[in-house]
Each structure stands twice: as structure tokens, then as C-alpha cells.
């Protein structure tokens, strides 16, 4: 269609009026052009009647997303599919839908027939249109069997942005009646909601002596909501002059409104996808080469591999880590009751500015520091902090490289160490011979280069040897009474009880260790490690109540973490009462 405008007439405007637009930056209304209004096709269904002749009218939906400022017209056809042009009129037309309107509906005709047949169904295509763009442009009834008496159909349509659509509900008849046939109707909610999606409807419909049936119209109501589909019912309350067949008709809402785009993010950070695990407590922290706290690493904590604790007072969340490394994070919010959504930046170090953050640990933390906070999520069960999702960046002295970081907080997180593993995956062994099948002993080898062993191998026994035991539940200590001493001390996880049979790996210096995983440290002849990286397998140990009565252990000890191994076994069993 050629949109045919006049040109409007040429005025002069005062002076003063031309420089106050330029002034507010006014454009004229005819150069903003609107948007154009989407087209969308929806669906019905009628049941056949089943007379020799006759036709019952279907009202295909179609609507306006959002409605037009100006007219709409709608080219379309229909198109066969399992059901043929014996079964309804081919037809084409033009739907004009006027200004201002959410839609309108396209009316095609069903036959009747009494030849015996399953569902079938054909198309109702928009093929074109001048003043919208197409969006579905199929729309397909479907012809189901008829019963005998009164049948309802169905319709589905795109729900409208706004305002109200009209929709048409078939009602058939398998049979011509010999006299008019009333029947009350009643709009009802299923999951949609009738007062909000649609006004709520009732009345009365005659199909009259002769016809096969009518169209029972009633309105729904649009909106921008992004929401599933919905479904709201026609349901017949009384009927005169026939039976009923199928007394419900269902109206389906299909909602196509997105979710507006989230607002820029200020921070501009984020963990890397799969560098945190998607629920539970975790800290992140990466630090780029060249910076003084997280010296270049990169660091992820949960409540499997630490002791992670986060708490707040008032408007300051303190997190506190004990893992392989240990941490401590302090994030203040302006003065204020609690913890709230927002973003900070330009902070400087807590607790000597408020608001402010300071993240130390290792022994290291900053002189001074800019940094930046942002509290994404928080929730509370009563006063007390339920969950929390936090951003932060920080930097030493205020122009060091940027240290990032990544808290998550869930009050309600049952995460726990895992169990130790199987000792029989330890694969070193005394070789074989060299440690007694009974008694008490310290075995060790060492290589050349490690700090304790001094590339020694030695075997202490009692016929040379005191053994001294010591333990506190998930401790377990022994003293070898030996030229120089020897001393190997073993603990579990801080949560653990007792010692139990298993593998513990990558354990750190006792009691300087992780508190998830335990530690261990081989010392003797005055000579002991600064750090410690080691396993140590607990073939077997039995406690009296809360008494050691026995322990078999085996391990292995790397002074300052990568240096050479020192292997070791040891026994002891509880001399027998006399």
C-alpha cells in the first residue's frame, strides 16, 4: 500500500520560538516514526459437525504486538493440510484492523460431513500486511470429531501488549436442532487469573432452529509482564433444546514479552565460567603477577577445602579463611542497621576509612589501598545473614595491580571435608625385610638433600629405642627416645573426632595446617622443616574409648614443599597390662 501523505503547509515561526527548540533539543513530532506493530496468527479448534451440508464459522486470532497508531490490513489465505478442501472453504482476504487496535480475527468456514474421520487440520497463513511486519504468520485449525449434542472449541492467539483483544470460541452442534438451542457460559480462571488477564464474562448464546452452531465472543486483557502462557476456560453452565458433548473450551494466552536487558554492570568483573562452583560458599581470589597479596595466584575456597567463615555486624561483611593459604577480608558499607545491594568505589582501607575493605592474609597486607565493592545479593532470615553474593577489587598502595575477588555466602550450606581416602593407595612400602613383623618402630629413608633425614635410612627399635606416645582424639604423637630424637606428629581434620584408618594427602606442617585436611611434621636430631607438603596413610589404629590402644602409619614429608622425599613407617600397639 503507498502511504499517500499530503506535505504540510510551510509556516514561519517566530525567532523565538525557533531558538527555544534548538534551545530543548525538540524535534517535530512528524520526523519521530514509530515503531512498526508485529502480526502474529493464532490457532482454534471447532468439532465437525456431522450433517450431509453446512458450514460453522471459526475465528482465527490474530494480533497486534503493539497496537498500530494507524490502520493495519492483513493479507491471508488458507492453505490445506490432513484436512482438504472437502472439509472447509478454501478462502483468502484482507483483515483490516483499525488504529489504535490490539487485533482482530480472520473467519473461516467447516463443513459438515458424516464420513467417519480422525482430527485433522488446516492452515490460515498471513502472507502479507502494510502497516505491521509479520511475525507467526501460521495459524492452523483443527477439526476434531463431533459427539453427539453441544460442543465448545478451543483458541490460542499471542497475548497484546495492552488494551483488550476479543476472542471467538466455537460452538457446534453434531446436528442441526429442530428448534433454537440456549446455553449459559461462564469465563473462569485455570492458570491465568480472570480480573487480571481478562474482565470477567458471562451470558447466553442461542444457536438458532436449522444451524450448526455460533461464536461465544468474550475479551482478554494485554500486558508487558513476562510470564508463562496462561489458560482461562469457557465452561457452559446450563443448556436447553440439546445434550452436551464437550461443555469446556480452553483459551490459551502465549506469552512472548523478554525480560528488559540488565542494567550495565559498574563493577565489570566476573569470576571466569566454571571458576566457582554454582551454589554453596566460596571465595574466588585472582591476583595477577606483580601483586603484593595474592602474589600471582589464584585461589578458590569452599567448605570442602577450608575452614571458610563469613559473619556481619551492622553494615560490614568479615570473611575469614583457613586453608592452604589463610585469608581475612573486611568489607564496610556506609554506616547503616545491615547489609545492603548497592556499589561503592574510590574505598580505601577498613577500618581507618568507613566505607572501606581491606583483604590480607599470609602475612602480607597493604600500606594503603583503592578498591571497589559491589553486594549483589543478600538476604536475611530475621536479623541474621542468610545469603550473600559479593564483588571486590583491591590495590595496594592505589595504583598496584588489581587484586579481584569473589564471595558467596549461604547460611544454610551443609558442605563438610570429604572422608579420607583408601590407605592401600599409598604405594610405598618399607621394602621388604627391613622392619619387624612385630613390636614398635620408626622407619625412615631419606634422599640426599632432605633437611631432616640427611639421605640417612634408619630403623629404631625398642631394643634400641623408647617409644612415647601422645594423642588428643584426632592427634596422634610419637616420641622415639633415640640417639639425637625423633619425633612424628599426625593429625586429622579439625572436625574429626578420632584419627581413622585412611590417606590423608597433600597435608601442610601440624599444627600450622589446613584444619580441612590435617597435618603431619617429621622432626629429629634438631632439624625440622618450615613447611611441609606430605601424605601419610593410617593402615590401621584402634582407640579404648578415647584411649590409643594401637597405630600403623606410613608417610611421606617434603621440607619447604618441593624438596626432596623422606619416606617413613612406624608402629605401635599398648604394652599388654601385666
Not at 488477564?197 to 436449522?210: K, N
Not at 565460567?273 to 566460596?282: F, L, Q, R, S, Y
Not at 581470589?285 to 578458590?300: K, N, R
Not at 593410617?538 to 617434603?558: H, K, M, N, P, Y
Amino acid at each position: 500500500m503507498t502511504d499517500r501523505r499530503r506535505r504540510p503547509a510551510r509556516h514561519r515561526l517566530p525567532a523565538t520560538l525557533v531558538l527555544a527548540a534548538l534551545a530543548t533539543g525538540i524535534a517535530p513530532a512528524a520526523t519521530i516514526a514509530a515503531a512498526a506493530p508485529t502480526a502474529y496468527a493464532g490457532d482454534a479448534t471447532v468439532a465437525e459437525p456431522t450433517e450431509r451440508t453446512g458450514t460453522v464459522a471459526v475465528e482465527v486470532p490474530v494480533t497486534l504486538a503493539p497496537s498500530a497508531a494507524g490502520s493495519v490490513s492483513v493479507n491471508w489465505r488458507t492453505v490445506a493440510g490432513t484436512a482438504g478442501t472437502a472439509d472447509f472453504l478454501g478462502s483468502s482476504g484482507v483483515l483490516t484492523i483499525p488504529a489504535g487496535a490490539h487485533g482482530g480475527a480472520i473467519v473461516v468456514h467447516v463443513r459438515a460431513d458424516r464420513v467417519t474421520e480422525g482430527t485433522e487440520s488446516f492452515a490460515v497463513e498471513l502472507t502479507g500486511a502494510a502497516g505491521a511486519t509479520l511475525g507467526d504468520a501460521h495459524g492452523t485449525v483443527t477439526i476434531t470429531s463431533s459427539t453427539s449434542g453441544l460442543s465448545l472449541g478451543d483458541a490460542a492467539f499471542t497475548e497484546p501488549d495492552g488494551g483488550s483483544l476479543t476472542i471467538g470460541v466455537s460452538a457446534t452442534l453434531a446436528a442441526a436442532a429442530r428448534k433454537d438451542v440456549t446455553f449459559g457460559w461462564q469465563l473462569r480462571s485455570v492458570t491465568g487469573t480472570v480480573g487480571s488477564d481478562a474482565p470477567a464474562a458471562s451470558g447466553t448464546a442461542v444457536i438458532p432452529r436449522g444451524s450448526l452452531g455460533t461464536v461465544v465472543r468474550l475479551s482478554v486483557s494485554g500486558d508487558t509482564a513476562v510470564e508463562p502462557d496462561e489458560t482461562l476456560e469457557v465452561v457452559v453452565t446450563s443448556i436447553a433444546g440439546a445434550s452436551l458433548a464437550d461443555g469446556i473450551g480452553s483459551i490459551t494466552l502465549r506469552n512472548t514479552d523478554v525480560p528488559p536487558p540488565p542494567p550495565p554492570d559498574p563493577f565489570g568483573w566476573t569470576p571466569p565460567a566454571g571458576a566457582v562452583p554454582p551454589t554453596g560458599t566460596a571465595l574466588y581470589v585472582e591476583s595477577p603477577a606483580g601483586e603484593y597479596i595474592g602474589q600471582g595466584g589464584t585461589y578458590l575456597y569452599t567448605k570442602a577445602n577450608s575452614l571458610l567463615e563469613v559473619s556481619s555486624v551492622g553494615s560490614r561483611v568479615h570473611v575469614s579463611v583457613e586453608g592452604d593459604e589463610w585469608w581475612t577480608g573486611d568489607f564496610a558499607q556506609p554506616s547503616g542497621s545491615v547489609v545492603a545491594t548497592g556499589y561503592w568505589e574510590n574505598l580505601r582501607r577498613y577500618p581507618f576509612f568507613v566505607p572501606g575493605l581491606s583483604f590480607s592474609g599470609e602475612g602480607r597486607g597493604c600500606n594503603t589501598l583503592l578498591g571497589r565493592l559491589s553486594v549483589d545479593q543478600v538476604t536475611y532470615d530475621g536479623s541474621a545473614l542468610s545469603t550473600l553474593t559479593l564483588r571486590f577489587e583491591q590495590r595496594c598502595e592505589g595504583t598496584g595491580a588489581p587484586l579481584r575477588g569473589f564471595l558467596r555466602y549461604d547460611a544454610g550450606d551443609p558442605t563438610t571435608p570429604p572422608p579420607p581416602g583408601d590407605p592401600a593407595a599409598f604405594a610405598w612400602q618399607p621394602p621388604a625385610g627391613t622392619v619387624p613383623a612385630a613390636g614398635n618402630y620408626l622407619y625412615f629413608e631419606s634422599s640426599p638433600g632432605d633437611r631432616i633425614g640427611q639421605g640417612q635410612t634408619r630403623l629404631h627399635t625398642e631394643a634400641d629405642s623408647t617409644f612415647t606416645p601422645d594423642w588428643g582424639g584426632r592427634i596422634v604423637q610419637l616420641f622415639v627416645n633415640a640417639p639425637g630424637g625423633w619425633s612424628a606428629e599426625f593429625s586429622g581434620p579439625d572436625a574429626m573426632p578420632l584419627l581413622t584408618r585412611g590417606l590423608y594427602e597433600n597435608v601442610q606442617r601440624f599444627p600450622f595446617h589446613n584444619p580441612a585436611k590435617g597435618g603431619m611434621d617429621f622432626s629429629g636430631e634438631g632439624r625440622g622443616c618450615n613447611e611441609v607438603l606430605g601424605t601419610f596413610a593410617v593402615d590401621e589404629i584402634t582407640w579404648d574409648g578415647t584411649e590409643l590402644a594401637s597405630v600403623s602409619i606410613r608417610f611421606v614429608q617434603r621440607c619447604e614443599v618441593t624438596g626432596p622425599p623422606l619416606y617413613g613407617a612406624l608402629r605401635w600397639q599398648r604394652p599388654a597390662a601385666p
